[in-house]
């Protein structure tokens, strides 16, 4: 059986690629079959969004689906940036760095006791006639006052982890996968992904 996860984000797709490399399926990304596809995501929570993108690519290639969205919520912001993760500020694709610096310069001043944060991670799994089930993922930290890490992606050079008391930029990616959201909701994932392999 054949597993589409619904991304072009190369560095999601390793996380994935790792987190599922056990699973008795073949997994393929959109970039692989040719999609170009671009769902909007109009949903005002994180699960309303990966079932939106899901479902839209599970009906265009009659695959099982996964897609995830994901975000940053801080605390002192009223949970922002939220949903609006991947386009705070009305930022490109791809300027991390101007995003992670707009939470920064919007925190400044803001004592460490008041820096509480959290990623969040919806994952809809999808047949093209019916949504399965979604699954979820979270872990908590602080968001520091300078960036720091050269790994990770996004936002995980502020998130500080308590365990590790490193930024998600600073560690491993199995340790990234133990704690991560992404990788807390994917393993949530996995028993349901099973089961429809053995049905």
């Not at 987190?19 to 909007?40: C, H, K, Q, S, V």
């Not at 690519?57 to 002192?76: K, W």
């Not at 300078?146 to 502020?158: E, L, Q, S, T, V």
């Amino acid at each position: 059986m054949k597993l589409l996860i619904a991304t072009n984000n190369a560095h999601k797709i390793e996380e994935f690629k790792e987190i599922f490399a056990d699973l008795p399926l073949e997994i393929t990304f959109p970039r692989e079959l040719g999609l170009e596809m671009e769902p909007e995501e109009t949903g005002t929570t994180f699960e309303e969004n990966a079932i939106i993108k899901a479902t839209a690519f599970a009906q265009v290639t009659g695959l099982l689906t996964i897609a995830d969205d994901s975000g940053l919520e801080v605390d002192a912001l009223g949970g922002e940036p939220g949903v609006y993760s991947a386009r705070y500020g009305d930022t490109p694709k791809e300027a991390h760095r101007e995003r992670y610096e707009l939470v920064l310069k919007k925190l400044a001043g803001v004592p460490d006791d008041r820096r509480t944060a959290r990623f969040r991670c919806a994952l809809a799994i999808v047949l093209p006639e019916m949504v399965v089930d979604v699954v979820h993922g979270a872990v908590e930290g602080r968001i520091t006052h300078a960036p720091a890490g050269d790994g990770g992606f996004g936002y995980d050079p502020i998130f500080r982890v308590p365990a590790f008391s490193k930024t998600l930029a600073q560690v491993s990616s199995a340790e990234k996968h133990r704690i991560s959201h992404r990788g807390r909701a994917a393993r949530a994932a996995i028993p349901i992904l099973k089961k429809l392999v053995e049905k």
